[in-house]
């Protein structure tokens, strides 16, 4: 008897786990444009849905998604840019979840290891191939901090533990401007949370310094991913000082960025932070090179025309407007000539006839 009481007392024990697992995984909105409506849905959104969701909010073709927690939008509006911040969170987030402001929260079901955008990159890619839309994925590599992105503008951002140290001492850095608590920029793994959160600041710095790249009339996507919280976690474990300074950390720099984000874009613009909590150790973050794509198969003919250099136009104009205006000239200076007047218009016929005069 009293093994059949502790059974429904351990498989509710289960259950309530399982509960907590999947409440600690959850896509926020912290912020949308007013014409994009979403709506409370109880349904849990899988990880590998995500990127369809994204596409639809920016009005990209994409596969139907079964879940319901976006309203049809505007047909004449759609956002100017999706900024995803992936999170990766720990076990026992779920007893200091990050508490961020938000337009709506959602449970996210981790289906995968972690958000694939690349299929919606290329998407958008294929629909803008000809105004060249602002495609970017950052994160961490191992020890590095990769930016992948077409625009060259980003190869100033520091990309080794190092300089991300040297760039953290600067005033304007994070780890000056934002509470760091018991974290210090000695330690590697408090080095590199800091320096994923300063990365995504200086994408930012960097596109309010260029605000020409932000005139094309085709969507922008920002995708950047946070995994040092979770080795802060582990290393000093999830009820440490260290871990809830972390996490507070964090939810100062969303609430900054996203602000940062709305200014931006005037409001035009949506900002998801998606948490998640990998199952598997050992969690690798995949980045995705945006010059360089693996080519499998023949390529099939599609008649397309080969890519020009972004110069092209202009030196195109220069050498035909040239041409045409010599060709005018040549024509003008071979017309007078043609029609000339030897005993009026030409010097050499005046000299001559004088001087037979004179003899």
């Known amino acids: 008897m009293a093994t059949d009481r502790k059974l429904p007392l351990y498989l509710a024990g289960i259950f309530g786990l399982i509960i907590a697992h999947a409440v600690s995984q959850e896509l926020v909105v912290t912020h949308a444009p007013k014409y994009v409506h979403f709506q409370e849905q109880s349904e849990q959104l ?10 639809h909010t920016l009005g990209v073709p994409a596969q139907e998604v079964s879940w319901n927690g976006l ?7 759609r956002p100017k840019a999706n900024v995803l911040i992936s999170v990766t969170g720990y076990d026992g987030i779920k007893q200091n979840p990050l508490p961020l402001k938000s337009v709506a929260k959602y449970p996210v079901t981790n289906d995968v290891a972690s958000v694939d ?37 980003f190869r100033k951002i520091p990309n080794t533990m190092r300089h991300m140290a040297d760039r953290l001492m600067d005033v304007d850095s994070v780890s ?17 949370l800091m320096g994923e959160l300063q990365m995504i600041q200086d994408v930012f710095n960097t596109l309010s310094n260029k605000p020409e790249m932000l005139l094309s009339k085709s969507p922008d996507l920002l995708s950047f991913n946070i995994g040092g919280l979770r080795d802060v976690a582990e290393k000093h474990g999830a009820g440490s000082s260290e871990v809830s300074d972390a996490s507070s950390l964090v939810t100062d ?6 602000d940062d984000f709305r200014h931006l874009y005037k409001d035009n613009v949506i900002v998801e932070v998606l948490t998640l909590t990998p199952q598997t150790p050992g969690y690798i973050r995949k980045v995705r090179s945006l010059k360089a794509a693996e080519v499998t198969g023949d390529i099939p003919d599609m008649n397309l ?19 045409i205006v010599l060709a005018i000239v040549l024509f003008a200076v071979c017309y007078g000539m043609w029609n000339i007047d030897p005993g009026r218009d030409s010097i050499i016929y005046r000299m001559t006839t004088t001087r037979l005069k004179k003899e």
């Not at 000056?176 to 590199?192: E, I, W, Y």
């Not at 025309?305 to 041409?323: A, G, Q, T, V």
Request: zero cysteines; aromatic letters at 12%; hydrophobic letters at 40%.
């Open 46 to 55: 899988q990880t590998s849905d995500v990127p369809r969701v994204i596409s």
């Open 71 to 77: 309203k049809q939008g505007s047909l004449f509006k």
């Open 117 to 153: 955008i690349g299929e919606l990159m290329n998407n958008l890619q294929n629909a803008f191939f000809d105004q060249t839309p602002l495609l970017l994925d950052a994160g961490v590599d191992n020890s590095f901090f990769d930016v992948h992105s077409d625009f060259d503008v």
């Open 176 to 192: 000056r401007t934002l509470a760091t608590g018991t974290l210090n920029t000695s330690s590697p793994t408090h080095l590199k």
């Open 253 to 258: 720099f969303i609430h900054k960025i996203t």
């Open 305 to 323: 025309s080969k890519d020009y250099d972004e110069d092209y136009s202009s030196i195109f104009n220069i050498i035909l407007w040239f041409m």
